[in-house]
T-cell receptor, first 113, second 114 residues
Framework: KNQVEQSPQSLIILEGKNCTLQ??????????LRWYKQDTGRGPVSLTI?????NTKSNGRYTATLDADTKQSSLHITASQLSDSASYIC????????????FGTGTQLKVEL | GAVVSQHPSRVICKSGTSVKIECRSL??????MFWYRQFPKQSLMLMAT?????????EQGVEKDKFLINHASLTLSTLTVTSAHPEDSSFYIC??????????FGDGTRLSIL
């Protein structure tokens, strides 16, 4: 069964600090891994997309890594801001099957003063 | 970037009412649109996949007659929740993609059934 697990479930950090979110997956065959940011009451917004051959991808203060051998990914947020408070969702796309995605349950991040 | 518009953003209605939610791809032709449901603090759950001009493919456990999906054009798909009841209250999100390109998500519709 295809699964995506994320940790921690929730996280509180002070503004300006860095943090790293983790994602483990068992989706096969693997096509790509995406990190999304979802603000409360809004749809998910794409942060990064990585294919099998990519180890790292950056988008501003967000840096995602991928280890396809161990089926693990991380999202590192640098110099956090209050606006980073949101749910961060790891999503894995499988090859074939009509572009279906397997979603993680997300990490709820809260950035405080 | 690609934009997907979802309307309305919020619906509050009485039990037994049918509610229609629209999903539009504004700057690209979406060959496939997806409908998701999300309960509080949970992940998005795929309800159905629709390809333009053909019948939607529903996930296991999703009632076809309850959640009617129409994908009449390459830029518009609609989800109609028929005879909605309080247990249908949820956050409904659509996404759209062109071919094998990544899905782009709408901003969701908060449905509350009284």
């Amino acid at each position: 069964k295809n699964q995506v697990e994320q940790s921690p479930q929730s996280l509180i950090i002070l503004e300006g600090k860095n943090c790293t979110l983790q994602c483990n997956y068992t989706v096969s065959p693997f096509s790509n891994l995406r990190w999304y940011k979802q603000d409360t009451g809004r749809g998910p917004v794409s942060l990064t997309i990585m294919t099998f051959s990519e180890n790292t991808k950056s988008n501003g203060r967000y840096t995602a890594t991928l280890d396809a051998d161990t089926k693990q990914s991380s999202l590192h947020i640098t110099a956090s801001q209050l606006s980073d408070s949101a749910s961060y969702i790891c999503v894995v796309g499988g090859r074939g099957g009509g572009n279906k995605l397997t979603f993680g349950t997300g990490t709820q991040l809260k950035v405080e003063l | 970037g690609a934009v997907v518009s979802q309307h309305p953003s919020r619906v509050i209605c009485k039990s037994g009412t049918s509610v229609k939610i629209e999903c539009r791809s504004l700057d690209f032709q979406a060959t496939t649109m997806f409908w998701y449901r999300q309960f509080p603090k949970q992940s998005l759950m795929l309800m159905a996949t629709s390809n333009e001009g053909s019948k939607a493919t529903y996930e296991q456990g999703v009632e076809k007659d309850k959640f009617l999906i129409n994908h009449a054009s390459l830029t518009l798909s609609t989800l109609t929740v028929t005879s909605a009841h309080p247990e249908d209250s949820s956050f409904y999100i659509c996404s759209a993609s062109a071919g094998n390109q990544p899905q782009h998500f709408g901003d969701g519709t908060r449905l509350s059934i009284l």
